[in-house]
């Protein structure tokens, strides 16, 4: 009779906490779609300074107004325009979107992508 009743004991502590460990499982899961809701990935270009997904002479004058103090450049933006990879924006950065625009093919990194989440 104690054998049995240990057995059963034991049985039901098994059950207890594989229904334990299924339930927190099914809490984390849970809170792993609160925490990363979905959001959509931007892609972005650099060259493209004003970010309508082109490189144009836009870009360019946009990059002139913001060394001039006209506008501020969003994060996007100014990645976006620092072409040449130096961590800076200036006249460098200028240039070389006008040089891209006339068909000069330097080295930068105008027209390659990277993503803003
Ligand atoms: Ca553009
Ligand atoms: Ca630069």
Redesign the pocket.
């Known amino acids: 009779m104690k054998n049995k009743i240990v057995k059963i004991s034991v049985c039901f502590t098994a059950v207890f906490f594989t229904i334990a460990i299924v339930a927190a499982s099914m809490v984390n899961a849970v809170e792993i779609e609160e925490v990363l809701p979905e959001e959509e990935a931007t892609m972005r270009y650099y ?10 002479m ?2 360019v004058i ?1 990059v002139q107004k913001a060394l001039a103090g006209v506008i501020t450049l969003s994060f996007a933006a100014l990645k976006n325009s620092d072409v040449n990879g130096d961590k800076a924006i200036d006249d460098d950065d200028v240039k070389l979107i006008q040089r891209y625009l006339a068909g000069c093919n330097d080295s930068t990194l105008i027209g390659k992508m990277w993503i803003e989440l």
Request: aromatic share 0%; glycine share 16%.
């Open positions: 060259g493209d300074a004003d970010l309508d997904g082109q490189i144009t836009m870009d946009t």
